[in-house]
């Protein structure tokens, strides 16, 4: 394919021309279910990944703020793209291509090394400046009421007991820090073992046991050996018992909310069960 897909607009075409020119696409990676397009590309002989979002979706924002503020400990290391250059009125980026293969679903995810790895990258991630945030708590619990407001599949029981939880929350102050949103091995690329990282579209400031909830939902409940891999790499374990009630039930809310309205049933599932065993656990 000798040009970029028609999914791209105007605007989006015109910068591959400017930064890549030439470029024909590899690959195309994008999940289909939202309004974005990844694509592995060739240009002057080297390989990159073109992201692009469409009308409805808000990611490249996210990622361009990643890329210029947070992500130098992992690019000096080789274990993150670079970024070659980002528009974000177009709503484009292009990084270096980075090459391995996807750790979720493969050998490497059965491998508790992979996760000590993984722990070690976050802690540099989560290692860089952090401030108070007085306000992080009641945004994230409006979020959580707002999402109960969208369609869903919870319960109406659910549901109210749900509301009342949430309302009755402190919104004390805590101290966020660079995370990437969605630390888990669909993000994690293997190459001859070594771990390295992609996908920063979920990047901001929060706090950093925020980036355990999804590791905790499916790779540490599968293997203990991962959790203890994974702490010991990151070197300490910031899982306040109230703090990380909070963030897995506003996760698990989330998750099956968003996951209905996208079609993504075994997504949606899951954050049923995440509903499910938080609420259990805290009892």
């Known amino acids: 394919?000798?040009?970029?897909?028609?999914?791209?607009?105007?605007?989006?075409?015109?910068?591959?021309?400017?930064?890549?020119?030439?470029?024909?696409?590899?690959?195309?990676?994008?999940?289909?279910?939202?309004d974005n397009v990844v694509l592995e590309v060739e240009a002057?002989?080297?390989?990159?990944?073109?992201?692009a979002d469409g009308e409805s979706a808000h990611h490249i924002s996210r990622e361009l703020d990643a890329h210029e503020n947070w992500l130098r400990p992992w690019v000096e290391i080789g274990r993150a793209?670079?970024?070659?250059?980002?528009?974000?009125?177009?709503?484009?980026?292009?990084?270096?291509?980075?090459?391995?293969?996807?750790?979720?679903?493969?050998?490497a995810q059965r491998r508790p090394e992979t996760f000590r790895q993984a722990?070690?990258?976050?802690?540099?991630?989560?290692?860089?400046?952090?401030?108070?945030?007085?306000?992080?708590?009641?945004?994230?619990?409006?979020?959580?009421?707002?999402?109960?407001?969208?369609?869903?599949?919870?319960?109406?029981?659910?549901?109210?007991?749900?509301?009342r939880i949430v309302s009755a929350w402190p919104d004390t102050?805590?101290?966020?820090?660079?995370?990437?949103?969605?630390?888990?091995?669909?993000?994690?690329l293997d190459a001859d073992d070594q771990i390295s990282v992609i996908d920063f579209g979920r990047a901001a400031p929060r706090p950093a046991l925020s980036d355990w909830v999804r590791l905790?939902?499916?790779?540490?409940?599968?293997?203990?050996?991962?959790e203890a891999?994974?702490?010991?790499?990151?070197?300490?374990?910031?899982?306040?018992p109230d703090a990380w009630f909070r963030e897995r039930l506003r996760e698990a809310?989330?998750?099956?909310?968003?996951?209905?309205l996208v079609g993504d049933g075994a997504f949606e599932a899951q954050g049923h069960e995440m509903i499910e065993r938080a609420l259990e656990e805290a009892s």
């Not at 002057?44 to 992201?51: D, F, L, P, Q």
């Not at 905790?216 to 991962?226: I, M, S, Y």
């Not at 891999?229 to 306040?240: N, Q």
């Open 216 to 226: 905790e939902a499916r790779d540490f409940r599968a293997d203990p050996a991962r």
């Open 173 to 188: 102050p805590v101290t966020i820090v660079p995370t990437h949103g969605d630390w888990q091995p669909r993000n994690w």
């Open 253 to 260: 809310i989330n998750t099956a909310v968003w996951a209905h």
């Open 119 to 163: 722990g070690e990258l976050l802690a540099l991630l989560h290692g860089q400046a952090g401030v108070t945030d007085t306000s992080y708590e009641q945004r994230e619990n409006a979020k959580v009421l707002a999402n109960l407001d969208k369609p869903h599949r919870i319960a109406a029981e659910r549901e109210r007991q749900l509301r």
């Open 81 to 107: 793209p670079r970024l070659v250059a980002g528009d974000r009125m177009a709503k484009i980026l292009a990084t270096t291509y980075l090459p391995g293969h996807l750790v979720l679903d493969s050998p």
């Open 44 to 51: 002057g002989g080297e390989r990159y990944i073109v992201k």
């Open 1 to 34: 394919m000798p040009t970029p897909p028609p999914r791209l607009n105007v605007a989006q075409r015109a910068f591959i021309d400017r930064w890549l020119p030439g470029a024909s696409v590899v690959c195309d990676h994008s999940w289909g279910l939202v």
């Open 229 to 240: 891999a994974f702490i010991e790499g990151y070197g300490a374990d910031p899982r306040e």
